[in-house]
């Protein structure tokens, strides 16, 4: 019934901008953490950011932070990951994950944490 669906994906080159979308429909809004993730070929899985609906909090991993920013629209049920100054070694396949209900502790969870995973979109960064 939960479904993620991430999009705004494409090719940049360095210093350019993308929003990502990650789209939730049979999900519930209430209280939620919804984490954006990305995975380079070659390269493990990495956390890049999450937000956690209930009390605000964010995280941001230390190579993106100052740069990408996640924000929600419970409207649209929408988080987005804005992406600004892009480089090259932002290029992998980027997906979202949530989870519902309150969770408690500190962010980041840990990826076994999330209930629910997107297929992705892929992020390419030129120089």
């Known amino acids: 019934e939960v479904r993620l669906v991430e999009s705004g994906g494409g090719s940049v080159q360095t210093g350019g ?3 990502l979308s990650c789209t939730a429909s ?4 209430n209280d939620y953490v919804i984490g954006w993730f990305r995975q380079a070929p070659g390269k493990e899985r990495e956390g890049v950011s999450c937000f956690r609906n209930t009390d ?3 995280y941001y991993s ?9 924000a929600s629209d419970g409207a649209k049920n929408t988080v987005y990951l804005q992406m600004n100054n892009l480089k ?3 290029t992998a396949l980027y997906y979202c994950a949530g989870v519902e209900g309150i969770v408690t502790g500190d962010l980041p969870l840990a990826d076994r944490e999330y209930d629910y995973w997107g297929q992705g979109t892929q992020v390419a960064v030129s120089s």
């Open 26 to 29: 049979g999900f519930q809004f």
């Open 88 to 90: 090259p070694e932002d």
């Open 56 to 58: 605000g909090s964010t």
């Open 62 to 70: 230390d190579s993106v932070k100052g740069r990408f920013t996640i």
């Open 17 to 19: 901008s993308l929003r």
